[in-house]
């Protein structure tokens, strides 16, 4: 690959020297000339012409001068159409190449980290010197831990752009980092500092870094070889040097991961606790100490004992119910648990404060899925750590998005968590909506997955807790964020309907929607119409995911019943062909998951657009599919079946063609049978309907002795005909 670029760099340098004697008369191109010229015939024996093949005639004195210049004339005009061609074909294959780097960079945004190398690899393949999709590739390289092949793409884009760029060498010094080449990575950050493009303070911010990383393993490296000489690399004697308090930080911080990396099991960790190993969490001197500094003033060496603290806690807690009951007991100020708690929340933007907020996430993360309601206890406020869950979810770092993903998962199904948001202030709720807004707006910075994660878990809370519910769908900004990420992740045309994961986004904002969507608030209402139509789209494509076609009519069954304007619109023009044909679809099953929603659906278009009256009602196989869900065992399918049917019993033929059915029969027993009140009304209701529209109804209904019933059911409901 070096031997390609290094002969395209030549050929570029060559073409543009053509171009300049070409077009100019100065010396300085002549001078310019001979010298690259000189440079060629000493450095490439391959350039170098062995045979004289050449049509011009050397010698003018044996020949016409004026033949000659034209000759060499018509020599420097072919070598110009020549150079132009190239450069023409050279533009053109990169327009190409751009086109797969955008498509790579939308990828990349997803955190489709093998879609985007694949996209960056098909561009390469067009334009082998295009340098953005060797430095993009590289980057996804790292991301995906691929060091070796990200250091080879990133030297490539380091040549290409003449070492003047500064994100090639930054690429190379991760890639090195990650290989544990570290001093090749400083040189790397140091020449990253010297291009004129490198942002102001970022190379010293990535040196202290390095150094940090450095000096943490060269700790780490001391304290094993202390602790594994003279058999004290045992859990026992571990806990025994770590309890002295003569040390420094630097100590404690190595042996405790020392310590974390030999709970492996059961066994282990039992002997953790046995061992009195929590006194080390919790009146070791040093770490007391350290962990009662505020987060805001603790320096790099404290920040790192504290996440060595965490780190040793999450070990001690894997799989041991004992051991997270007995650290989610640390939930006074100042102690473990309840520092977790204030690390998760904490804003620092330095490499310590990173590692400490991961640590803090893994370590609440085993806590919680074995002692999550004593983990809610931790918290003085649950409000505030759930928007700081949600604010972390939007990290770069794809670990620490997940990790905080996960843990909010696991408390968004803790009752006592909700119960202590019901008692929340209105501004506390009012944070986790506006959180939550931000979660959406920002889509997934890096992970996908945690996107997802994350936005399930605030639906199943907001379902929960509904004052939380309340403060989302109250904001237009919530409505309008949800909106627009539904927009970015639903597949944009029939033959493109995104990846799986990306199906799964668009289905978890959905499904969001529709939960907000239950409170009828004007920001709620104001949205109806978009949200409708996008959803109706979404479910009517036979292509897309069950699970997505299933929240998208969740969502619009929320939102037709409660929107006239948003039912009218449905139900008429284009998109009624779409509705009734999903809707044929899916009630030809009963046992389909989304036939309560598109019955809903139905129904509300139905007692809206007398034009999609028409069609039902008119329709004997329509009527003939309503009628077998009047059949149906569940009270929703029934109550909505006959709900659809009432509204097309006045202005259509629907009561002379059910009249030679014995629907009248089927709708008493179903009123005697079902349990639901609203089932009850809806099956009166067409009954009553379809008795004044029809003599032969009138008529049944009187030799069945139904008036009775029908007056009782009437009475009881407080049902108007």
Known sequence: ??????????????????????????????????????????????????????????????????????????????????????????ERNRRRAAEWKDRGNAQFKLANYDQAVDCYTRGLAI??????????????????????????????????????????????????????????????????????????????????????????????????????????????????????????????AAGMRCLAALLVGANERALFRAKSGFSLLNKQQVVVTTLAVPLESMTDAQLDLLTASLTLAAAVAKEDSENCHQLAQLSKPGQLAARAVDVVAFNGASPSASDARQAALDALSKIGQLACDRLCG????????????????????????????????QLAGCVRLRERLERAAPNALAGIAQAGESLVSAGASESLAAFCLAVEALRRLMAGCRPLRQAAAAR??????????????????????????????????????????????????????????????LASRPSVAPQLREFSLALLATLAPRSVELARQIGAGSWAPSLLGLSARVLASPDHPCAAS???????????????????????????????????????LLGNAALCLSHCIEDTAAAELLARTDIVRLLLCRMRDCREREAKANCAILCGKLAQAHHGHRERLGQLDGINILNSVITCNNIKL
């Not at 409000?383 to 979810?393: C, D, F, N, S």
Request: charged share 30%.
């Open 598 to 636: 598109v019955l809903r659906v139905l129904a509300a278009v139905l007692a809206a657009q007398p034009e999609a009256r028409g069609q039902v009602g008119d329709d004997p196989q329509w009527l003939e599919l309503l009628l077998e869900l009047l059949h149906s065992r569940a009270d929703c």
């Open 378 to 409: 931790c918290c003085a406020e649950p409000a505030g750590l759930v928007a700081a869950l949600l604010r972390q979810t939007q990290r770069l770092a794809a670990q620490t998005a997940l990790a905080a993903a996960h843990l909010f998962s």
């Open 476 to 537: 237009r900004a919530f409505m309008t964020a949800c909106c627009t990420a539904l927009e970015r992740y639903a597949p944009d045309k029939e033959e493109d309907c995104g990846g799986e994961l990306q199906q799964s986004a668009a289905a978890e904002v959905a499904a969001l929607l529709a939960s907000a969507s239950l409170e009828a608030t004007p920001a709620v209402s104001g949205a109806a119409v978009r949200l409708g139509e996008m959803a109706l789209r």
């Open 1 to 90: 690959m070096t031997e390609e670029l290094d002969a395209l760099k030549k050929v570029e340098d060559v073409s543009e020297c053509i171009k300049q004697l070409a077009t100019s008369n100065d010396p300085t191109t002549l001078d310019a000339a001979d010298k690259l010229l000189k440079k060629l015939e000493d450095g490439s024996e391959d350039l170098r012409t062995k045979t004289n093949r050449t049509v011009i005639t050397k010698d003018s004195s044996n020949g016409n001068a004026s033949a000659n210049a034209a000759e060499s004339a018509a020599f420097m005009r072919e070598i110009e159409r020549d150079a132009a061609e190239r450069a023409d074909r050279r």
């Open 127 to 252: 334009a082998k010197d295009f340098e953005l999709l060797y430095q993009n590739r590289a980057n996804c390289y790292v991301k995906q831990g691929r060091f070796e092949e990200a250091l080879a793409d990133a030297e490539a884009a380091i040549f290409l752009t003449r070492e003047k760029c500064a994100k090639p060498f930054f690429h190379q010094a991760k890639a090195l980092t990650g290989l544990n080449r570290l001093s090749e990575a400083r040189e790397a950050y140091s020449r990253m500092s010297s291009c004129s493009d490198a942002a102001p303070g970022h190379a010293d911010r990535c040196l202290a870094d390095l150094d940090r990383l450095s000096a943490a393993r060269k700790a780490e490296a001391r304290a094993l070889e202390e602790f594994s000489s003279g058999g004290g690399n045992s859990v026992e004697m571990l806990i025994y040097r770590l309890a002295r308090g003569d040390q420094p930080t630097a100590y404690y």
